[in-house]
């Protein structure tokens, strides 16, 4: 697999509150995380870094030969522990009251891999299918939608389009969403905030998939488009090709 990936503040606000990592095992077995936090000054940034170092302790000595259902039970598990971790952070530290975070995160083998999200952070999969959306946003937005109270027009522009209806870390006991997927070889799985999706549309995305350029510029360049576009928030993108290049079993985060 082929790992890129790129966070950026923005260009309005002055602190970072998107948290990523991204790391690989001696199997060639991928984690990756985006978080992207909430709650005000200092807090949204803890929450989303509290998130992503808690889920990668608890998926560090994952064994190698899970099935698909072990691998997304000890995923659900990892995600809670994250959920029980902030929450107990912001209730003892007044400062911090409210924080929370979204979180998307998928464990990846050469077959496919398995998901779990909260919030409006979302897993994209390309493959010659075209460009897929694989998670659903927990947010107002997206209940609106459902209902057919707006349209996907209008839910481009809706003024409370940032509203979430579930996050991580502002409830003891939360309900996260668990996922998987097939992937073939050239198919590329992209993670990635609300800061990306909100400025660049899903064709973009696709048209940016296509084109034979590495896989660092196609990130590059999404990150850019979103920057071009206004950048009002923060934009975090991890991109995961199914190629056969080698990759390092280091860890990137940030």
């Given at each position: 697999m082929e790992i890129a990936m790129k966070s950026h503040v923005g260009c309005v606000r002055q602190v970072n509150e998107d948290y990523f990592a991204c790391t690989a095992d001696e199997t060639g077995r991928v984690l990756a995380i985006v978080a992207d936090g909430m709650g005000g000054h200092q807090a949204g940034d803890v929450a989303s870094?509290?998130?992503?170092?808690?889920i990668l302790q608890e998926l560090?000595?994952?064994?190698?030969d899970l099935t698909p259902v072990d691998e997304r039970e000890v995923l659900m598990n990892a995600v809670m522990s994250a959920n029980e971790a902030v929450y107990s952070y912001a209730e003892?530290?007044?400062?911090?009251?409210?924080?929370g975070?979204?979180?998307?995160?998928?464990?990846?083998n050469q077959e496919g891999g398995v998901t779990a999200h909260i919030g409006d952070s979302r897993l994209y999969l390309y493959s010659e299918g075209g460009l897929r959306q694989q998670t659903e946003d927990h947010s107002l937005v997206q209940e609106l939608l459902k209902s057919g109270q707006i349209t996907v027009q209008e839910a481009s522009f809706h003024p409370r389009r940032n509203v979430l209806m579930r996050a991580l870390g502002t409830e003891r006991n939360v309900r996260i969403d668990l996922?998987?997927?097939?992937?073939?070889?050239?198919?590329i799985v992209l993670l990635c905030s609300d800061g990306l999706t909100n400025k660049v549309p899903p064709a973009v995305m696709e048209t940016w998939m296509q084109k034979p350029i590495p896989l660092q510029e196609k990130v590059d360049g999404l990150v850019q488009y979103a920057l071009d576009a206004?950048?009002?928030?923060?934009?975090?993108?991890?991109a995961v090709s199914n190629t056969a290049s080698a990759i390092d079993a280091g860890q990137e985060e940030g």
């Open positions: 870094r509290m998130a992503v170092e808690r560090r000595l994952v064994d190698r003892s530290h007044p400062e911090c009251s409210g924080m975070t979204t979180v998307v995160v998928a464990l990846i996922g998987d997927f097939v992937w073939s070889d050239g198919d206004g950048g009002e928030d923060n934009i975090t993108l991890i």
